[in-house]
């Protein structure tokens, strides 16, 4: 039994010193005694210091045997030693579960420190990216995935909704989603989610809109030719039935045009077919449309910064200036007043479409651009509208990298703003 109270140990000591003092008083020899004593104290003292050592590097378990003050030393470190290994046992089981758990995710996930570096990455990436431990730990991860939008993606990602979405730097048919969530000091977590067949999927559903779109195109255009000369003809037994009949026909055409249109534009290429755009030409010409349309029932006024052109997509940006210019025109009641402005703001290029129109409920404008979305009463019917513009739109702007800000209050009008990135300004020459 080992005795932990100090007192015990001093009692020793003073014991040893007591018999060295009658030893050496009985002998005459007391210094002699004395430093017999102290000699041998000391030595005992290193002997167990030397013991202490070259247990604690034989990482045995097992302490050397001892007595007095030294059994008790070498029985507390065992003691500590017992539960440190207690602990790492616990803590090796929690890391094994985490890395199980990590492994058993579908997504592939990394860790990067500020400098982009990779700290960790479980099986789903290594069998995704090609990754190799320990070789790719403390490597760029742009180095892995080379496509030059993931790092300027990287560069500026701050927000934990935005996504990239590239295609696997080992297969190119397999798409990938990243999502990246900062955590810690400077530290990122980077989730990569194999989106193939949600993407094969959405090219089926383009494919079968598309094609649909197009076999109808043919045979309606021919029954509206017939139902135009029809309508003009002679001795038509129902002309008012004609008339709602080619009316239906021509809705259905316009559906199908803004179909064929909303599928080209999302099978080009962003930048296919990028030019400068004389952009105050365009909206002369689409000027002279609005007031067709309008037949002098609106004040109509356009304000076009002479010079100001773009690089971009031609058809494109037509197509979503003349939804916006037309939308306007239809949805403001005779003797409304439309403002179009083009110029050069702080945020870059601007085209701004005002009316003092119907106006759009603010519960309605966060989904005005979904595709066949539109505000919940009869206004469109009597415009023939397809719900398919300011899809055309949305689209057009973001393959420009542009942003749309609809502003409206009900029944008092709206506003649709597209600004460019500066960037979208072409360079002139010196
Ligand atoms: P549509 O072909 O029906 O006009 P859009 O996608 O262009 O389809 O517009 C969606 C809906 O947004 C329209 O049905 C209309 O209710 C509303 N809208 C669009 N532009 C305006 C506007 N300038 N003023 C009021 N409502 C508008």
Not at 82 to 105: C, P, S
Not at 108 to 128: C, E, G, K, Q
Request: with cysteine; charged share 25%.
């Amino acid at each position: 039994m080992i005795k932990s109270d100090w007192t015990y140990h001093l009692t020793r000591l003073l014991g040893g010193v007591l018999v060295a003092l009658l030893i050496g008083w009985w002998s005459g020899q007391l210094l002699v005694m004395m430093g017999i004593f102290l000699l041998a104290y000391l030595a005992w003292q290193l002997y167990n210091s030397l013991r202490l050592y070259r247990w604690l590097q034989s990482w045995k378990l097992d302490p050397p045997e001892s007595f007095g003050m030294w059994a008790e030393i070498f029985d507390r470190i065992a003691t500590l030693q017992k539960q440190n290994i207690k602990r790492n046992l616990q803590y090796q089981e929690v890391i094994d579960d985490f890395e199980g758990m990590t492994d058993a995710f579908p997504d592939a996930t990394l860790v990067i420190d500020s400098h982009d570096l990779i700290r960790w990455f479980n099986d789903p990436a290594m069998r995704l990216l090609g990754l190799k431990t320990p070789i790719d730990q403390g490597q760029a991860v742009t180095n892995l995935i080379r496509e030059p939008a993931f790092a300027d993606w990287l560069a500026i990602h701050d927000e934990l909704q935005s996504n990239l979405e590239i295609s696997c730097p080992t297969d190119d048919n397999i798409s990938l989603q990243i999502n990246a969530v900062r955590f810690r000091k400077n530290q990122r977590l980077l989730i990569l989610r194999n989106i193939t067949d949600i993407r094969n999927l959405d090219r089926i559903r383009h494919d079968l809109v598309a094609n649909v779109s197009h076999e109808l195109r043919t045979p309606l255009t021919v029954l509206l030719g017939y139902l135009e000369v029809l309508k003009t003809e002679a001795g038509t037994p129902d002309p008012e039935v004609i008339e709602r009949m080619f009316k239906q026909a021509r809705q259905m055409h316009a559906l199908l045009e803004d179909l064929l249109e909303l599928s080209r534009l999302q099978q080009t290429d962003k930048q296919n077919g990028a030019v400068e755009v004389d952009v105050p030409t365009m909206l002369t010409q689409l000027a002279e449309q609005a007031k067709e349309l309008s037949q002098d029932n609106h004040e109509i006024n356009f304000k076009i910064e002479p010079g100001l052109n773009i690089s971009g997509v031609q058809l494109d940006l037509k197509s979503a200036f003349q939804n916006l210019i037309l939308n306007a025109v239809n949805y403001t009641p005779t003797q409304g007043k439309i403002n179009v402005t083009w110029q050069e703001t702080t945020a870059g290029p601007t085209l701004s479409v005002k009316d003092n129109g119907v106006g759009i409920p603010h519960r309605d404008i966060p989904r005005i651009t979904e595709r066949f979305y539109r505000v919940g009463d009869d206004r469109n019917r009597k415009t023939g509208g397809t719900g398919l513009g300011l899809a055309i739109v949305k689209h057009v702007l973001h393959s420009h990298d542009a942003k749309l800000e609809i502003r409206s209050e009900y029944g008092e009008g709206s506003e649709f703003r597209c600004i460019f990135p500066p960037k979208r300004k072409p360079q002139k020459l010196i």
